[in-house]
């Protein structure tokens, strides 16, 4: 069957691309998650994987062609009856997506596709009105100005759409931040963690078994992820961010998190990540510890539901058995959607995740 | 390896791990934070290039004494092997 190969949705906040370049021609036989394409995006080039196996057969975008999430980049000669899937932005209609049969040949989009609801998508070309406007970056804005105007675009329809509330308590985290200290003194260099390591395994952890928190808000109704995804707020030099995921954040080890941690980041300031990382995370961490500020206050990425904000680990006078010691103590907090949980249930959310800072050695 | 040579290794490898700084621009004396947002993964992946490249492993509690060109040059050159 004849299927074809779309741009997929990268994200809550960018509807288009520039196609740099192919990496394969037709008549090359690919696999699912091979890269085959990098598009040049507000965030950088990115690399776009394939989402099945097959056969090119055609080359539809010739590089240097701009062109919306959805459209068909690429036909491929794939095994199995002919059901292409829809493109991300026309699922608004169909149904939670179901992993199809195998040995169906569809073309499968779903991890991509997670994210697309968010995303304002062009049904005709760009000369169509935009609805509802967004604000684009301010002149003399920090960073790049397709990357502002991608940041105010998705954090603008957060805060029209998405009914925040906010959370947040002060930890204790002397027991890991000694552990930590003890597993780095006590590795090589190559296997040490960052702190923020342990903040991602506790939020991936924590999200696990606890309905609410890592998912979508699409369609006007609740979808929790299919696995835990965290994506990772990137401050990038010269101003902006990108939050990309680390894939199956709870089931990794730390050290093969924070290996992957570390490739993301450096990934991420160089431009060049997959497609697939950016539209994957169900919450994402944001970590301001660096920045030596106390607490953040996060805005939910939609489609997103839930985000967790870090500030530093700062040492504080703190009461422990009626004595005040000095301790490590960071303020950890949470910015959730209304429309899926209640404080009450985001506060045990938040109570996970200190509880498994408390005993880092179930991260 | 003299002073000036360690210097631009370690400008070298500054400038590996954060690619969108110009080398030129970096001035030895203030520490990287302040010039270009130097982070704590920046300072991990600095640990890791010296100890690669250079051959010398420095402990997390030192991360400190790698905060510029020139602590760095201070602290490096009694330890190169």
């Known amino acids: ?363 | 390896m003299n002073r000036e040579e360690l210097a631009r290794r370690v400008l070298e490898l500054v400038t590996g791990i954060a690619p969108d700084v110009d080398a030129a621009s970096v001035i030895p004396g203030i520490d990287f934070r302040d010039q270009f947002d130097f982070d704590s993964m920046d300072t991990l992946n600095l640990a890791i290039a010296l100890h690669r490249e250079l051959g010398v492993e420095v402990p997390e509690a030192d991360y400190g004494q790698l905060a510029s060109v020139d602590k760095c040059v201070a602290y490096l050159g009694p330890r190169l092997p």
């Open chain 1, 1 to 363: 069957m004849r299927s074809e190969f779309r741009l997929p949705a990268l994200g809550a906040d960018m509807d288009e691309g520039t196609l740099l370049e192919w990496h394969v021609a037709p008549g090359a036989c690919v696999k699912r998650g091979d890269v085959v394409a990098v598009v040049e995006t507000d965030k950088g080039a990115i690399d776009v994987e394939i989402f099945l196996d097959g056969v090119v057969s055609e080359i539809v975008v010739a590089p240097g062609t701009k062109v919306p999430v959805g459209a068909v980049l690429a036909l491929l000669e794939t095994e199995g009856e002919a059901t292409a899937a829809a493109p991300a932005g026309e699922r608004q209609a169909a149904p939670a997506p179901v992993a199809p049969p195998a040995g169906q040949g569809r073309v499968d989009v779903a991890p991509v596709a997670a994210a697309a609801e968010g995303l304002k998508i062009p049904a005709a070309p760009s000369h169509q009105a935009r609805e509802p406007d967004v604000p684009v970056g301010a002149p003399g804005a920090v960073g790049a100005p397709g990357m502002r105007d991608a940041i105010a675009a998705a954090m603008s329809k957060s805060k029209r759409e998405i009914p925040h509330y906010y959370l947040s308590t002060t930890v204790d985290v002397t027991p890991a931040t000694d552990w930590l200290a003890e597993h780095n003194a006590s590795v090589p260099v190559t296997q040490r963690l960052l702190f923020a390591a342990l903040l991602l395994k506790a939020v991936a952890l924590a999200c696990r078994g606890m309905k609410g928190f890592s998912g979508f808000y699409r369609d006007g109704r609740y979808e929790q992820g299919p696995a835990v995804h965290v994506g990772v707020a990137v401050a990038l030099r010269g101003g902006g961010l990108v939050a990309p995921a680390i894939m199956d954040t709870a089931d990794k080890p730390l050290v093969a998190l924070m290996d992957d941690f570390r490739a993301l980041v450096t990934r991420a300031r160089a431009g060049r990540l997959r497609a697939s990382e950016l539209a994957a995370p169900t919450i994402i961490l944001t970590s301001l510890g660096d920045a030596s500020v106390d607490a953040v206050f996060p805005i939910i990425q939609p489609p997103q539901v839930a985000i967790v904000g870090a500030g530093a680990v700062v040492e504080r006078p703190w009461v422990v058995d009626g004595k005040v010691v000095p301790r490590q103590v960071l303020t950890l907090s949470l910015g959730a959607d209304h429309r899926v949980t209640d404080g009450r249930l985001g506060a045990q959310f938040l109570a996970r995740i200190t509880a498994l800072l408390a005993d880092p050695r179930s991260l």
